[in-house]
């Protein structure tokens, strides 16, 4: 080491090592061999890891391959399983340990229907359990890597096919759409039965599984799910439900008992609690062109937007796009509303733009369906747009003519939206499914889902996991009456959806009725016209874009008023004798 310097300090110029090495050279040289040793390491370290796993399943076929030759081994009559069709004293799960290595065993043993003398109800004897088949499954984790293996083999009685003291049970399994589920879950139960019997088997790409020589007794359990799939299956009797509609089934003997069950995904049910909305508009009658921002082709005159005259020859085509539309406060958007005059020979179509990026540009069909070709009717319901994206908006159209002595015109149009609309918590509510697993000893249903609830701090109450169904939501909280239930209740709640209830709650009148108003196929039909007239009472509405609307004034209880619903491309339908009460609701089809 060279020092430089004078008393009290010393400067540190150049350090030399005996080997020579200066010390930015032994830095890298300390980098170089760092970098080779951690990929020495890792190296290492991916070999010893996969001599784990390879010496893991290794062990696993020699457990296994013992197993099933153990298996073998028995008589033909002991080869069955704990609690299992056929029975026997080997064990449908257990534990084993070999080289530090947990393994799960699970062994099925089944009865299978060979094709060679016919399938099912073909079967030439009408003997199903024709021979065993073994399938032995190891299941381990190493270093957090799970993995698994399985073996099966068959065996075969010495003598003829048997069916003394057995019977078959078939299930077939369907979805809500009546098609076959294939790997569906079916367990089958018999705690009566010596010994009892719980066992599992999965239906074939048909929807089919076979429980073959299962011991002629009664009192077999069913259930049928799978993952992510509702549940169905037998009910046994109980207080609750004295009557089962299927309940547990019998074995006879040499004979072949079918049932059928249905199972689809789940779905998941929102419902929210409100009370009733604050609503603005941007709105244009076109009194002048002020509220327009850009026009080609199209005058404003008279209140209405119609294409350029240029003496008495209208131009064949013509485009408007209104200013923009950025609400101050907004909690929704709500819906597109115009009126307009066509003929014959005459469109007009309605665009919604949004401002992207200073540009404005039609909104595409993914989050507006139809948005792409236009709107030639009205309401549009602009509710689902997401206000990130969507946080201004204008209106676009275009009108055109074939023959230049007649224009379409626009008289107004209009973008609603929702400007406040505050949740209701602690709203109490009941839900109930249409299906029915008995009757009770009135005679009354005994519903297979039946739930009550309270909306939380936000006006919300989850209905998570429930199966396809036909539900009834109704309000038990008193205190209110519901304006609006969109969609309506009774709801059908399809299989894998996500689904989202509305409730719109206010203060409860004396007598009051909400009127919800859909095409023949349930389709809701929004602006519709509905009086109701009695004497001393005419009051006019407009139903929503769920097609429903409430009266709740100066109403009387009676069951005399006349309600007439109308609206356009529809019949006009009189309800005489129309009941109004505390709470009554009238459901109006029109075609």
């Excluded at 996991?465 to 399809?494: F, Q, R, T």
């Amino acid at each position: 080491m060279i020092v430089i310097g004078g008393k009290g300090r010393q400067v540190y110029k150049r350090f030399i090592f005996s080997g020579g090495l200066s010390f930015v050279e032994l830095i890298i040289t300390i980098a170089v061999f760092t970098l080779i040793f951690s990929a020495l390491f890792a190296g290492v370290n991916a070999t010893t890891k996969l001599v784990g796993v390879s010496k893991a399943k290794a062990g696993a076929l020699s457990l296994m391959v013992n197993r099933m030759e153990y298996i073998r081994s028995l008589p033909y009559n002991d080869i069955g399983t704990v609690s299992g069709v056929p029975s026997g004293n080997i064990p449908q799960l257990r534990t084993t340990t070999l080289n530090g290595v947990t393994y799960t065993e699970r062994v099925l043993v089944q009865y299978v229907d060979d094709a060679a003398d016919g399938v099912g109800g073909a079967d030439g004897n009408g003997i199903l359990a024709d021979y065993k088949q073994i399938k032995v499954e190891y299941t381990w984790s190493v270093r957090g890597m799970a993995d698994s293996n399985a073996i099966v083999s068959s065996v075969v009685p010495q003598g003829i096919e048997t069916t003394a003291g057995g019977g078959t049970i078939r299930v077939n399994v369907f979805d809500a759409n009546v098609l076959p589920v294939s790997g569906a879950e079916v367990r089958f139960v018999n705690n009566t039965a010596a010994p009892a019997i719980d066992t599992i088997r999965y239906t074939d790409p048909s929807g089919v599984v076979y429980l073959s020589g299962a011991p002629a007794v009664a009192n077999y359990e069913i259930i049928v799910t799978d993952s992510g799939y509702s549940t169905d299956g037998t009910y046994t009797a109980s207080t609750t439900n004295p009557n089962p509609i299927t309940p547990p089934i019998a074995v006879l003997e040499s004979q072949i008992s079918t049932m059928n069950f249905q199972i689809d995904q789940l779905s998941d049910l929102t419902i929210y609690t409100y009370a009733p909305a604050t609503y603005n508009e941007y709105f244009d009658t076109f009194s002048d062109a002020s509220g327009l921002f850009a026009q080609a082709s199209t005058t404003v005159n008279s209140g209405s937007l119609l294409l350029t005259d240029t003496l008495g020859v209208y131009d064949a085509f013509g485009t408007a796009t209104s200013a923009s539309t950025t609400p101050a406060s907004i909690d929704s958007w709500y819906a597109l509303n115009y009126a307009a005059s066509t003929s014959a020979s005459t469109t007009v179509r309605v665009f919604v733009l949004y401002d992207n990026a200073g540009t404005l540009m039609r909104i595409p069909n993914a989050d507006l369906p139809g948005n792409s070709v236009g709107f030639t009717s009205s309401p549009v319901d602009l509710s689902e747009l997401d206000l990130s994206t969507y946080g201004t908006l204008a209106l676009a159209t275009s009108l055109d003519t074939t023959d230049t002595a007649y224009t379409p015109q626009i008289h107004w149009w209009e973008l609603r939206y929702i400007e406040a609309q505050a949740a209701i918590s602690g709203v109490q509510l009941a839900i109930e499914g249409d299906k029915s697993i008995g009757t009770d000893g009135g005679g009354q249903d005994v519903l297979k889902y039946a739930d009550t609830g309270t909306t939380d701090a936000n006006g919300v109450w989850d209905q998570s996991d429930i199966e396809y169904d036909i539900y009834d939501v109704s309000m038990l909280s008193g205190g209110y009456d519901v304006y609006e239930m969109c969609p309506a209740s009774p709801l059908v709640l399809d299989p894998a959806v996500t689904e989202e209830m509305s409730i719109v709650l206010g203060a409860a009148a004396g007598n009051m009725l909400r009127v919800n108003v859909t095409e023949t196929d349930g389709t809701p039909i929004p602006d519709a016209s509905v009086r109701l007239q009695n004497t001393g009472v005419d009051e006019l509405s407009v139903t929503s874009l769920c097609g429903q609307t409430y009266f709740g004034t100066g109403l009387y209880a009676d069951d005399d008023y006349l309600l007439t619903v109308s609206a356009g491309g529809f019949t006009t339908e009189v309800i005489a004798s129309t009941t109004v009460s505390s709470d009554s609701s009238v459901s109006v089809i029109l075609n």
